[in-house]
């Protein structure tokens, strides 16, 4: 019993406050999901992840094993779904990034601190930052055959990234007025990001609801199962374990809908994925955090 409060404890204030977007829109009330995610994305985000590296209590050398440990994963999810792709005769300009990149930012980054507090945060931003790097480059090619590496050096989450990860090996602190600021701005983050995925949900149109429904349990089992497989043969602690598992078992990003729609693919089929795999992750979620807390 006290383990299904200690999950209900992490889960239900993501849910929650994903739910309060979702019923925002519904109401008819305005939201301009642009500017939110612009203001997140540039601002919120990379001062969340710069102050949580630079403010770590963790080793450069255990942050570093999980960075090795997610490339290593993200590898195997990359040939594991492009072979399920293949083998199910399905688009690959349309299904083959949805199903490696998980929601590692509007989900992974709140439940990995509610879960395991800012030691959590700390590991989490790294898988996400990864993912981000990832997903910038190889999802971009995955959808539109091309483009150039470079524009992922435009992005303020990689700068903040790089950073951060200076500051936290060389042991550098940013003055205490400035680190307030920057925390202060961090904060807004992760209230701003899982508002706004449930008003992406609420908006997105969708369709082929029982086969996005069952790729969406097969993208769970094998991200979620590369993660364990690999976690262990890295010998993460438990912590890290925990995140990197809890990480790429979350579900499809809507960033994955918006690159479908801005580049041709099926972002109907895409968007169909989104919420298939969100609704499943309501359920999935707390499973996997019940085995790994």
């Known amino acids: 019993m006290n383990l299904i409060f200690t999950v209900l404890d992490i889960v239900a204030p993501v849910f929650l406050l994903a739910a309060i977007g979702f019923i925002w ?48 994963a993200y590898g195997a999810v990359v040939v594991a779904m492009v072979l399920l792709v293949r083998l199910l005769k399905l688009d690959m300009q349309t299904f083959t990034a949805p199903l490696i990149f998980g929601n590692t930012g509007n989900l992974g980054l709140p ?11 700390s590991y989490a931003v790294v898988v996400f930052a990864v993912m981000a790097i990832l997903s910038f480059t190889l999802g971009i090619w995955l959808v539109v055959g091309g483009g150039s590496p470079l524009r992922v050096l435009k992005e303020p ?4 990234t790089l950073l ?9 602190e940013t003055p205490q007025f400035l680190t307030n600021t920057l925390e202060l701005i961090g904060q807004i983050a992760i209230p701003l990001m899982l508002i706004t995925l449930g008003v992406a949900v609420a908006r997105l149109n ?24 690999i976690g262990l043969q890295f010998s993460l602690d438990d912590v890290a374990f925990a995140v990197l598992v809890l ?34 992750s309501v359920l999935a979620l707390p499973l996997l955090l019940a085995v790994l807390i």
Not at 157 to 160: D, L
Not at 207 to 229: E, F
Not at 259 to 279: I, R
């Open 25 to 72: 829109v519904k109401v008819g009330a305005e939201y301009r999901i642009r500017f939110v995610t612009q203001l997140s994305m540039t601002l919120g985000v990379p001062c969340l992840i710069f102050t949580a590296l630079m403010k770590s209590e963790i080793e450069p050398t255990a942050l570093t094993n999980l960075l090795l440990a997610t490339l290593a």
């Open 111 to 121: 439940l990995a601190l509610f879960a395991f507090g800012d030691i959590g945060l």
């Open 157 to 160: 989450i990689v700068g903040a």
């Open 164 to 172: 951060g990860a200076l500051f936290l090996w060389q042991g550098w």
């Open 206 to 229: 969708v369709s082929g609801m029982g086969r996005t429904a069952a790729l969406a349990l097969v993208k769970l089992v094998i991200c979620a199962g590369l993660a364990w497989m």
């Open 247 to 280: 990480q790429l078992a979350t579900p499809v990003a809507v960033t994955s809908y918006l690159l479908a729609e801005k580049y041709g693919a099926d972002a109907d089929s895409v968007a169909g994925l989104v919420v298939a795999s969100t609704l499943l």
